[in-house]
């Protein structure tokens, strides 16, 4: 597995265009395409430290048609490489719906490997998507899928509904964490998955932002795979992440923190004022944060990992 292979980072293409500097925006004939060369150097540059991808479709649906030509250029760049990406959708809706947009994710332009879900319309919404991740039978990494169900996120806004107490004295998030168990259970008894195995098809998404949620967590569900956001830009911690890595492990994402390095650079910055600052520039701050990142993050998995 990748994460394996390159760390547990994943580095988040939220790509917006106002993460880009005036100046290197303007030498392309669109917000979108911009974007899509800085996607594709980020790619290559980053690569050998991450684990994996994540791509939030909002930052290119908000860019129109020719935003959501960046993002299928994108997947496909990922998936041409044999690099895992994950598709934060964040879909959930009743059976049909929630069939197309499976199908939409799963196959045809936006084909992906991995989406996020989201369980709390009920637990109904997430049959269309588990459909998809079945063994094929095949060695082939790219027609295997799978989805990470939002458990525990990284907002504030968790607290409204995610963390209330319901009459069994359990939180919402536990009703939703041991219906993944079961779904676990499912997969092993059905299509050859081990119960216990972390390449599981179904994981959470559980945010690094609340070390003590994330010690319970963690422990309540020992053999689920997370992926992890809220590090950096965020405000996750670090050692929080290396709790949530314990155990099957996972994958902690970074989207601005790794998209925006360059605006931390006081050279940079001075390069920026200068009106010199180069796409090149800020690929290369970029990858010295991925890599930064990634050597941080195997260091508090080993230290903090429960």
Not at 122 to 147: H, M, P, R, V, W
Not at 301 to 306: D, F, H, L, Q, T
Request: hydrophobic share 40%.
């Amino acid at each position: 597995m990748a994460c394996k292979e390159n760390g547990p980072l994943c580095v988040g293409l939220d790509t917006s265009p106002n993460y880009l500097p005036p100046e290197v925006l303007k030498k392309f004939a669109s917000p979108a395409k911009a974007v899509l060369a800085y996607n594709t150097e980020l790619i290559n540059a980053c690569a050998k430290h991450s684990g994996c991808f994540k791509v939030q479709i909002a930052y290119y649906e908000a860019m129109g048609l020719e935003g959501l030509q960046t993002y299928v250029e994108t997947l496909k760049l990922l998936r041409e490489k044999n690099i895992p990406v994950i598709s934060d959708i964040k879909r959930g809706d009743i059976a049909d719906t929630a069939s197309a947009y499976a199908k939409a994710h799963f196959s045809g332009d936006f084909e992906t490997d991995i989406i996020t879900v989201n369980p709390y319309m009920g637990f109904d919404t997430l049959q269309s998507f588990t459909e998809y991740c079945k063994k094929t039978g095949t060695s082939d990494f790219a027609k295997e899928k799978s989805i990470f169900v939002l458990l525990r996120t990284s907002n504030p806004g968790m607290q409204d509904i995610e963390n209330q107490i319901l009459q069994d004295g359990n939180h919402v998030l536990d009703r939703v964490g041991n219906h993944l168990v079961e779904l676990q259970k499912f997969f092993a008894q059905n299509y050859g998955y081990d119960e216990n195995e972390i390449c599981s098809p179904v994981g959470a998404v559980v945010g690094c932002t609340e070390e003590q949620d994330a010690i319970n967590i963690r422990n309540m569900y020992p053999n689920i795979f997370f992926l992890i956001p809220g590090y950096g830009a965020q405000g996750g911690k670090a050692k929080i992440a290396g709790t949530l890595l314990g155990k099957a492990g996972g994958t902690v994402n970074s989207s601005r923190g790794v998209l925006c390095a360059w605006k931390k650079s006081s050279a940079l910055t001075e390069k920026q004022e200068a009106g010199i600052l180069t796409l090149d520039d800020i690929v290369l701050a970029a990858e010295k944060v991925a890599l930064d990142s990634k050597t941080e993050l195997i260091e508090m998995a080993g230290k903090y990992s429960v």
